[in-house]
């Protein structure tokens, strides 16, 4: 028998568990990720993109910099220890809706593990970046 496998797994549904379930875990991440929305929307040059239109809410935001492209804004945010996914997001229809089909958007997707100084971090850079000219 795979003991260390076994005892991996049981582990990882204690650990579930201990947090209130699969919706401990989101009811966090959906905190977490309300929490960056509502700080982002507060920053000029930025527009922020979410999954409103969705029944369904997921823990993600999308969002573009002005006229920035999304892979530069997601270069310099990993430069600052963030990892984000810039450019297409395999979503051609949805880039087409929001107008971003030029430059892409940055992709953010709270984990339930970050923190709430990490998003406030992530804003702080993310306001420097919007207030910088780097075009």
Same mark, same amino acid.
């Given at each position: 028998?795979? +003991?260390? /496998?076994?005892? /991996?797994? #049981?582990?990882?549904?204690?650990?579930? !568990? &201990? *947090?209130?379930?699969?919706?401990?875990?989101? &009811?966090?991440? $959906?905190?977490? @990720?309300? $929490?960056?929305?509502?700080?982002?929307?507060?920053?000029? /040059? #930025?527009?922020?993109?979410?999954? $409103?239109?969705?029944?369904?809410?997921?823990?993600?935001?999308?969002? &573009?910099?002005?006229? +920035?492209?999304?892979?530069?804004?997601?270069? #310099?945010?990993?430069? +600052?220890?963030?990892? %984000?996914?810039?450019?297409? *997001?395999?979503? +051609?229809?949805?880039? !087409?809706? =929001?107008? @971003?089909?030029? =430059?892409? @958007? %940055?992709?953010?997707?709270?984990? =339930?593990?970050? @923190?709430?100084? *990490?998003? !406030?971090?992530?804003?702080?850079? #993310?306001? !420097?970046?919007?207030? *910088?000219?780097?075009?």
């Amino acid at each position: 028998l795979n +003991y260390p /496998g076994i005892k /991996g797994l #049981l582990s990882g549904l204690e650990f579930i !568990k &201990k *947090q209130g379930g699969i919706e401990g875990i989101y &009811k966090h991440e $959906m905190y977490i @990720t309300d $929490m960056l929305y509502n700080d982002l929307k507060n920053i000029s /040059g #930025l527009t922020v993109f979410d999954n $409103m239109l969705s029944s369904v809410k997921a823990p993600l935001l999308s969002l &573009k910099i002005k006229n +920035y492209p999304s892979e530069t804004v997601a270069s #310099l945010l990993d430069s +600052y220890g963030f990892a %984000v996914r810039g450019g297409y *997001q395999c979503s +051609y229809l949805a880039h !087409k809706f =929001y107008n @971003t089909e030029e =430059y892409g @958007t %940055v992709r953010i997707s709270p984990g =339930y593990f970050n @923190t709430k100084y *990490q998003i !406030k971090n992530l804003c702080f850079y #993310l306001n !420097k970046i919007a207030k *910088q000219n780097i075009l």
